[in-house]
Structure formats: structure tokens, C-alpha cells
């Protein structure tokens, strides 16, 4: 691979380690907020021990994540010299903001987890959440800020090469950040309640505490009806963002779809092959006036086709695997949370509320959720390709030049590698022949209930 190829492939490494962990960091708040305000409404110990312990995983994510962020501002520097060169300046108020905003939100999470049971109001921790809940989506914000400027750069002039007499907030608040920031939020909540329910169902099939089976089906109850709500947010946030696309990056909603010809009841293309050459798509599923639908909420909606574009510009036709993929893990959430949401509605069907098939649907779709937040990070990035700076720098024209790339991205996959074991194993070891009903119990007699 030449520097180029390098610069991607490391740069895609990166992202797709750390989105695993900056999704759990703006999702993850909000779960245990709810579970302790529960807690306290219903005074329920053990939705209490349910945030109790959901915060401390929650740490150790915290932690690995400042890592991989870290490293990602490292190598805008190393991997890409030119692009911080020309805009490094324009995009410094919102890195800035996201550092600000992990700082607020770490200091209130430490104060959050040591001061359980250290105020006379009930209520008065659960309050001390809400900066952490606003920390975490805060420096999702930011962070989605930058990126959106890479796909529709705003506020400053270009002259000789580089960004001149720059506007901060118009950088900061460009055209797709209301819609990406969105759609970035309402995903990590989505992805946060099925690894959450994932847990609880793989807790409750494997049952090794009998002790703990109610503990499990409260926190199971909890993250799918939680994880319904998220997924039709998420859904929305995707169906805002074809209709941006439609708008402002029209061939980014082309290739995603194959939708060569311009035309009005353009298909949903599910899946199949493409002959690049001929243009010709094959056992693919269409679903006539369905891409013209999301693009404008009317069948008779005109979309522009990739041959509008030089082939230069067009982005890979990958990118279509990758939305299916997306679509589909979360069709598939949306399915398996939706059945159990009507298990408790239903009276005629409680019994298959805990049902072994049901806790196996649940089991996937915590892994399901994990793949459609990657898949959509390689949509959004490929989707943009050949563009750096869209309109502005492209990306062979960014990278570096700089030899020794290959030893480099081993070493950074070893690292990786580490991390991502070492995350996993240490939060098995955390509650690994850890009953929860033991620290139920616990919290009871501290708090003179037992």
C-alpha cells in the first residue's frame, strides 16, 4: 500500500475502535440517570444497584476512550499535515469545545460515583447526572461538528490555498451538523440500551444466580423499551439525512442506492451486485419509488444519478453494502424490541416475554447495534470520498508522505488489540461471580431496609 492507503486504512482503524467507545460515552449517562430516577421514584433497590454498577463499567469505557480520542487528534496531525494546514485553525473552536466538554463531563462523573448515599435528598445525586448526561452529548456534539464541516465546509474564505478570514460559529454550525449530531446522539442511546438488554438476556439465559433472575428482567424491561424509543429516533435521524443528502450531497445518496439515471420514482436498491462498467445491477430487490419517497416524501420526487457526476467524484459503490447492512441491523433491533415491548402490552402474551427465542433476539441485538454504528461510520466516510474537505481537498492530495507508515499501523493494531482485550477482560473480572442480588443486599442494609 503506498502513503495514501496507509493514512486511510489507520485513520479507519482509529475511528473504528474509538466509535465503539464514543458511543458508549454519550449513551451510556442517560441509561443509568433513568435506572437510578426509577430507583428513587419507586424506591426500588434494585434499579438502584442497576446504575450502581452500570456506572462502574461505565468508567473503565470512559478511560479507554480517552485513549483512542487522543489518538485520533494525534494522527489529524501526522496522517493528514496538508488538510491541517489549510483548515487546522477553522476546526480548533470545536476539538477545543469536545476536550472542554469530556473534562465537565469526568468531573462530575467522579463526583457521581463517589458520592452515592453522601446526601441527605433522595434526589439531590440523581441530580448531580444530568452535567454528565449534557458532558457526554456535548462532546458528541463537537466532535460530530468537525466532521460535518468536512462534509459541507462553511465559514471562511479560501484564497492561495488556504481558509482565510474564518467565521468560528458558521465553521462550527454548518449546514449538516443539526442532522449529523442527531442522528450521532439518537444511535449511541439506540446501540447503548441493546448492549444493556444484550447483557440482561445473556444473564437470564445463562442464569447462574437464581437470586438475580428479577434483577436481570427489570433491566431487560428497561433497555428494550428504551431501545424501541431510541431505534424510531434513529430512524427519524435517517430519514432526515436522506433528505439532506438529497439536498446538499446528492451523489453520496446515489451511491448509496447504484441510482445511475436521474429520474423521478427512483427504486430502493436492497443488496445484489454491480458491473461498474455496464451499470447493470443484479439480484438485487428494488422497491419502486421508495429512494425518491425518502428523498423528498413523494414518489414523483426527482433524484440526480451518479452519471450527473464525473466518475472522479463519485463515491465507491461499496458504500451501498454498507447502508443495507446498517439499515438492516437496525430494522432488525427495531423488530426484536418491538415483539418484546408487545409481550408486555398483550396480556395473551406474557409468557413469551422471557422466552428462550425472544432472549436470543434480544442476545443479537446488542451486537447488531454495534455493526450498524460501524457500518454507518464507513457509510459516512467512503460516502465522502474522494473528498477530504469536500469541494475543497482531496484526499490524496492530504496525506502524508512521510515513510515508515507500515510500522506504524502494526504497532497501532497491537495497541488496539490490547485495549480491546484488556477492556473486556477487565469488565468480565468487575462482575464476573459478582451476584447483584449480593449487592442488593447490601445497599439495603446500609441504608437500614433490610
Request: net charge positive.
Amino acid at each position: 500500500m503506498d502513503s495514501v492507503e496507509l493514512a486511510r486504512f489507520l485513520t479507519a482503524m482509529t475511528l473504528a475502535v474509538h466509535i465503539i467507545f464514543a458511543t458508549i460515552g454519550a449513551g451510556m449517562p442517560l441509561m443509568f440517570a433513568v435506572a437510578e430516577f426509577l430507583g428513587i421514584k419507586n424506591n426500588d433497590l434494585k434499579y438502584i444497584t442497576l446504575a450502581k454498577r452500570w456506572t462502574k463499567g461505565y468508567t473503565i469505557t470512559v478511560a479507554v476512550g480517552v485513549v483512542t480520542g487522543t489518538i485520533i487528534g494525534l494522527q489529524l496531525s501526522l496522517l493528514w499535515p496538508t488538510f491541517m494546514q489549510m483548515g487546522g485553525h477553522v476546526i480548533a473552536l470545536p476539538l477545543f469545545m469536545e476536550t472542554f466538554a469530556f473534562f465537565f463531563e469526568a468531573i462530575f462523573l467522579s463526583i457521581y460515583l463517589y458520592t452515592w448515599d453522601r446526601f441527605k435528598g433522595k434526589w439531590t445525586h440523581f441530580l448531580i447526572s444530568i452535567p454528565v448526561i449534557l458532558g457526554g452529548s456535548f462532546s458528541a456534539f463537537f466532535i460530530t461538528s468537525v466532521n460535518s464541516f468536512m462534509n459541507t465546509p462553511a465559514g471562511f474564505e479560501m484564497k492561495n490555498g488556504k481558509m482565510i478570514n474564518v467565521e468560528p460559529w458558521a465553521a462550527m454550525f454548518n449546514d449538516s451538523f443539526l442532522v449529523r449530531s442527531f442522528h450521532v446522539v439518537a444511535t449511541a442511546l439506540m446501540t447503548m440500551a441493546f448492549i444493556l438488554a444484550a447483557i440482561a438476556a445473556f444473564k437470564l439465559l445463562k442464569n447462574k444466580f437464581k437470586k438475580d433472575t428479577e434483577y436481570h428482567k427489570k433491566a431487560l424491561k428497561l433497555t428494550m423499551i428504551l431501545g424501541i424509543i431510541f431505534t424510531l429516533g434513529s430512524m427519524l435521524a435517517g430519514d432526515m439525512s436522506a433528505k439532506f443528502l438529497h439536498q446538499e450531497q446528492p451523489e453520496k445518496l446515489a451511491a448509496y442506492e447504484w441510482h445511475f439515471e436521474t429520474g423521478s420514482k427512483a427504486d430502493l436498491v436492497l443488496f445484489g451486485s454491480l458491473d461498474e462498467e455496464t451499470q447493470e445491477v443484479k439480484g438485487a430487490v428494488k422497491i419502486p419509488g421508495v429512494l425518491s419517497f425518502l428523498a423528498d416524501n413523494n414518489i414523483n420526487t426527482s433524484v440526480k444519478g451518479l452519471n450527473d457526476f464525473p466518475k472522479e467524484l463519485r463515491p465507491p459503490m461499496i458504500v451501498h453494502y454498507y447502508f443495507d447492512l446498517m439499515v438492516f441491523m437496525g430494522v432488525f433491533c427495531l423488530v426484536v424490541s418491538g415483539a418484546f415491548v408487545l409481550t408486555l402490552i398483550f396480556k395473551k402474551l406474557r409468557k413469551f416475554t422471557h422466552s428462550k427465542p425472544l432472549l436470543y433476539g434480544v442476545l443479537l441485538t446488542g451486537p447488531a447495534a454495534v455493526l450498524a454504528i460501524e457500518f454507518g461510520w464507513f457509510l459516512t466516510e467512503q460516502g465522502r470520498q474522494p473528498w477530504l474537505v469536500r469541494g475543497y481537498l482531496k484526499v490524496a492530495q492530504a496525506a502524508t508522505q512521510a515513510g515508515g507508515l507500515t510500522l506504524v499501523t502494526i504497532l497501532f493494531a497491537i495497541l488496539y488489540i490490547i485495549l480491546v482485550y484488556t477492556t473486556a477482560y477487565v469488565l468480565i473480572r468487575m462482575f464476573r461471580d459478582k451476584p447483584a442480588h449480593k449487592d442488593v443486599e447490601k445497599l439495603a442494609q446500609e441504608r437500614g431496609e433490610a
